[in-house]
Nanobody
Framework: QVLLVESGGGLVQAGGSLRLSCAGS????????MGWFRQAPGKEREFVAA????????RYADTVKGRFVISRDNSKNTVWLQMISLKPEDTAVYYC????????????????WGQGTQVTVSS
């Protein structure tokens, strides 16, 4: 079992930055691939970024590539999502997920989710 708690969301102007954190608990955190997804009102939850168990592999959605960076520190049971050059279309609730199948772009492979943190980007 992995419990996840996101933090770091907020209101920011377009072009600004935020860093989201996802703190995990449980002995299996380091065995899990981790991902960030987001969900805007009226839309499906979509993939943002993922990272492998040891942090050696990362993947990004095309819409955030070059602007977002995912990282993790297993000694701290934490995953981060650094976001720069934010755009109004980045506005959404951001969720982190843990997958025992390793990193994945598919939300169906993530069995554990946090409660989400709201990111709002004003124009």
């Amino acid at each position: 079992q992995v419990l996840l708690v996101e933090s770091g969301g907020g209101l920011v102007q377009a072009g600004g930055s935020l860093r989201l954190s996802c703190a995990g608990s449980g002995r299996t955190f380091s065995d899990a691939g981790m991902g960030w997804f987001r969900q805007a009102p009226g839309k499906e939850r979509e993939f943002v970024a993922a990272i492998s168990q040891n942090g050696g592999t990362t993947r990004y959605a095309d819409t955030v590539k070059g602007r977002f960076v995912i990282s993790r520190d297993n000694s701290k049971n934490t995953v981060w999502l650094q976001m720069i050059s934010l755009k109004p279309e980045d506005t959404a609730v951001y969720y982190c997920g843990a997958s025992i199948f390793g990193w994945s772009t598919q939300k169906s492979t993530y069995a554990h989710w946090g409660q989400g943190t709201q990111v709002t980007v004003s124009s």
